[in-house]
């Protein structure tokens, strides 16, 4: 992928995961887990962690910030999800995945 087929794809992903974490939803059921698992896969190892990471602050700008430490469990949550999809990507199997 080129540069900026790579931008335009970290900038659309990054705006639908802050989007719908803005909109109503049921309680813990956002994208942002799958574009942290999956971004690994597309995108390269860097953008696994810090496209999840950067949605979850923009989105929690809008919303409000909260306890810190709730918030340093939920954003270290994601990052393991996000280095996690490492494994994901070297070994891409339905039991990785899940």
């Known amino acids: 992928m080129?540069?900026?087929?790579?931008?335009?794809?970290?900038?659309?992903?990054?705006?639908?995961?802050?989007?719908?974490?803005?909109?109503?939803?049921?309680?813990?059921?956002?994208?942002?887990?799958?574009?942290?698992?999956?971004?690994?896969m597309y995108l390269g190892k860097r953008w696994s962690v810090?496209?999840?990471?950067?949605?979850?602050?923009?989105?929690?700008?809008?919303?409000?910030?909260?306890?810190g430490r709730i918030m340093a469990s939920v954003y270290g949550s994601f990052a393991l999800i996000g280095l996690c999809s490492w494994i994901v990507k070297k070994y891409p199997t339905s039991l990785t995945v899940g």
């Open 2 to 40: 080129n540069k900026s087929a790579v931008f335009l794809t970290v900038f659309a992903l990054l705006s639908f995961g802050v989007i719908t974490r803005l909109l109503p939803h049921v309680p813990n059921a956002t994208p942002l887990t799958a574009i942290a698992l999956v971004s690994s």
């Open 50 to 67: 810090a496209l999840p990471i950067t949605a979850l602050f923009l989105s929690d700008l809008a919303i409000g910030l909260y306890d």
